[in-house]
């Protein structure tokens, strides 16, 4: 286990997917993430990379060739090289290999680097392009936070506030696929009231989604954090059924159109990297 500590919070992560595993402010006693219980779903805060979503038949095709990944692509699932920068900052890096290359036909260096400041953490994507034709890819968070935060309070006395909108249109899913009709979900104040129910048939998935803050309070207290993003088109809302966690999800690119033909130039929200070129972008936790 990795740990990263100030004099406010303390985080811990695993090579296994670069991936956050707990989250506590010191001095509240609070954890903030999901422990992972098997029963309902093992991982804390996987990486998306270099797909998000699913593919149709979790098939794609570039340049006549057909090739195979599962949901969400398979940085989750690697062990990532580690750079200790300091005791608030690490670096998680990830290369191509010939398993990779195998599945997914593209020269890259995946940076995921963590820094704690005050009461922030910060996660930064880092994509850089080592080889000599356009590297394509999606990636995306998916870091689930403990819904309650404390044993004597319930999952409805939390809710969702949306900085920027008002109300929301969810694209429904259908076998790991993006429909295109949508529901729509009011925001009364900007808050959405957290219910079990809500995932019952997956994940709320918005591609119009104007908020770059999403905060998550409760009626019982003031403890919660905000959840900054900036310049990341898509999000996604989940947790498994009945389980008491929600997941921020992030995205920089998308799950397969339910009418989407393979073509991995022409799938929606991919991005085009050009050689020697560097990607970034960055979320925000804040716990109180």
């Given at each position: ?7 406010t919070i ?7 997917g ?8 010191k ?11 098997p029963?309902f ?5 996987p990486?998306?990379?270099?797909i998000?979503?699913?593919?149709k038949a ?9 090739y195979?990944?599962?949901?969400h ?8 090289d580690?750079?200790?920068i300091s ?7 990830l290369k ?7 599945v997914?036909?593209f020269?890259?260096?995946l940076?995921i680097?963590y ?11 880092e ?13 995306g968070?998916?870091?689930a936070?403990a819904?309650?935060?404390?044993e ?16 929301l249109?969810a694209?429904?899913?259908v076998e790991?696929l ?13 808050k959405?009231v ?31 954090l905000?959840?900054?993003f ?10 498994a ?17 339910v ?10 929200g991919?991005i085009?990297?050009?050689p ?8 925000e936790?804040?716990?109180?």
């Amino acid at each position: 286990m990795i740990l990263l500590e100030n004099e406010t919070i303390k985080a811990s992560f695993v090579k296994k997917g670069a991936e956050l595993k707990s989250l506590v402010h010191k001095k509240i006693k609070l954890e903030y993430m999901w422990d992972a219980n098997p029963e309902f779903w093992a991982k804390t805060s996987p990486i998306l990379f270099p797909i998000v979503g699913g593919l149709k038949a979790d098939t794609y095709s570039y340049q006549r060739k057909s090739y195979t990944l599962p949901r969400h692509g398979f940085a989750r699932d690697m062990d990532f090289d580690l750079q200790q920068i300091s005791d608030t900052e690490v670096l998680f890096t990830l290369k191509h290999n010939k398993e990779t290359l195998a599945v997914y036909p593209f020269e890259f260096n995946l940076g995921i680097r963590y820094q704690l400041t005050g009461d922030i953490l910060s996660c930064s994507y880092e994509v850089l392009n080592p080889g000599s034709r356009p590297l394509l890819f999606s990636i995306g968070g998916h870091p689930a936070f403990a819904v309650p935060l404390k044993e004597q309070e319930k999952y409805n006395d939390y809710y969702l506030h949306f900085n920027k909108d008002t109300e929301l249109q969810a694209h429904k899913i259908v076998e790991n696929l993006i429909d295109e009709h949508t529901n729509r979900i009011p925001l009364p104040e900007g808050k959405l009231v957290l219910e079990h129910v809500l995932f019952y048939e997956d994940a709320l998935v918005f591609k119009t989604i104007k908020s770059d803050r999403i905060s998550i309070l409760n009626t019982k207290n003031d403890h919660g954090l905000h959840f900054d993003f900036k310049d990341f088109p898509y999000f996604g809302i989940w947790a498994a059924k009945d389980a008491d966690f929600v997941c921020l999800e992030p995205w920089c690119g998308i799950a397969d159109a339910v009418d989407h033909q393979g073509d991995l130039e022409k799938k929606e929200g991919i991005i085009h990297l050009n050689p020697q070129d560097l990607w970034k972008r960055k979320y925000e936790i804040a716990v109180f």
